[in-house]
Nanobody, 125 residues
Framework: QVHLVESGGGLVQPGGSLRLSCVASGSTLDYYAIGWFRQAPGKEREGVSCISSSDGFTYYTESVKGRFTISRDNAKNTVYLQMSSLKPEDTAVYYC??????????????????WGQGTQVTVSS
């Protein structure tokens, strides 16, 4: 089991950028695939991105491709989500989650065993 803590959320204007961090404790991050999810008010939690543990392969949901970049620094036990060209529809609570693999079903919540508490991202002028 791994404990995850997200940070880096906040209020940003449309077109702005934020970098979210997901710091792991209780276990080394090396063995885990990490997914980022988000949940807007009244909506289902959706997968945003996933990065594999071994080769660093990445997945993105279509709406964030070209704007978001996921990366990991195993030495710091941290995974990042760099978000650029933010839009009001990116407003949500963002969660990171740990699983074994980034499969073709990476966007499904059941692929992940451990979750952070979330960090709020608000995109508004």
């Amino acid at each position: 089991q791994v404990h995850l803590v997200e940070s880096g959320g906040g209020l940003v204007q449309p077109g702005g950028s934020l970098r979210l961090s997901c710091v792991a404790s209780g276990s080394t991050l090396d063995y885990y695939a990490i997914g980022w999810f988000r949940q807007a008010p009244g909506k289902e939690r959706e997968g945003v991105s996933c990065i594999s543990s071994s080769d660093g392969f990445t997945y993105y949901t279509e709406s964030v491709k070209g704007r978001f970049t996921i990366s990991r620094d195993n030495a710091k036990n941290t995974v990042y989500l760099q978000m650029s060209s933010l839009k009001p529809e990116d407003t949500a609570v963002y969660y990171c989650a740990a699983g074994l693999l980034c499969l073709s079903t990476w966007y499904q919540r059941g692929q992940y065993d451990d979750w952070g508490q979330g960090t709020q991202v608000t995109v508004s002028s």
